[in-house]
T-cell receptor, first 115, second 115 residues
Framework: AQKVTQAQTEISVVEKEDVTLDCVYE???????LFWYKQPPSGELVFLIRRNSFDEQNEISGRYSWNFQKSTSSFNFTITASQVVDSAVYFCALLTTDSWGKFQFGAGTQVVVTP | GAGVSQSPRYKVAKRGQDVALRCDPISGHVSLFWYQQALGQGPEFLTY????????KSGLPSDRFFAERPEGSVSTLKIQRTQQEDSAVYLC?????????????FGQGTRLTVV
């Protein structure tokens, strides 16, 4: 069975602070993909990143960075120098090779950035 | 269009009424998914199409829910005899090919309220 846990329900920060969102996943598959999506108030899910289970290199994209650690089954996401536009709900999701198209999403973490 | 388009954006239905939700995927995308997102929760998988074939409908909560994609492009999610527990945001997503684990692009969703 697949499971994604985002233990943080809501994180509030002041602009320019860094914020780290935790994601822990469970799967018995050896080949799987992990995703982060952003859901702004408008409702659509915006794709941020995809990692496969064989690539543990950390990745940085502008103010965003991701830390994938298979040993702890975690795929954490950090926003550096947060901005008000980063306010949204962020979802971590898991996709396995035996469940094409069936994303397993976490419950999401609401990030509130105040000026 | 450039993205996944869903209509209507908002729908209010009286309990017992039938509703039809439409999804226009990105042109050329083979795979199409429907997800249900309850308030404060992550999206939950409903069903998945590869072209016109419905490959997985394991997430449909009851036989009142029916989805189709007759020509492998536009899809319709139909809910018969709506109940209050059907109130949620219904998200549609498409991808080039789920079998390749390409990222899914989501629409803005249809917010269904059953009164």
């Amino acid at each position: 069975a697949q499971k994604v846990t985002q233990a943080q329900t809501e994180i509030s920060v002041v602009e320019k602070e860094d914020v780290t969102l935790d994601c822990v996943y469970e799967t018995r598959d050896t080949t799987y993909y992990l995703f982060w999506y952003k859901q702004p108030p408008s409702g659509e899910l915006v794709f941020l990143i995809r990692r496969n289970s064989f690539d543990e290199q950390n990745e940085i994209s502008g103010r965003y960075s991701w830390n994938f650690q298979k040993s702890t089954s975690s795929f954490n996401f950090t926003i550096t120098a947060s901005q008000v536009v980063d306010s949204a709900v962020y979802f971590c999701a898991l996709l396995t090779t035996d469940s094409w198209g069936k994303f397993q999403f976490g419950a999401g973490t609401q990030v509130v950035v105040t000026p | 269009g450039a993205g996944v388009s869903q209509s209507p954006r908002y729908k209010v239905a009286k309990r017992g009424q039938d509703v039809a939700l439409r999804c226009d995927p990105i042109s050329g995308h083979v795979s199409l998914f429907w997800y249900q997102q309850a308030l404060g929760q992550g999206p939950e998988f409903l069903t998945y199409f590869q072209n016109e074939a419905q490959l997985d409908k394991s997430g449909l909560p009851s036989d009142r829910f029916f989805a189709e994609r007759p020509e492998g492009s536009v899809s319709t999610l139909k809910i018969q005899r709506t109940q209050q527990e059907d109130s949620a945001v219904y998200l549609c997503a498409s991808s080039l090919d789920a079998a390749l684990n390409t990222e899914a692009f989501f629409g803005q969703g249809t917010r269904l309220t059953v009164v």
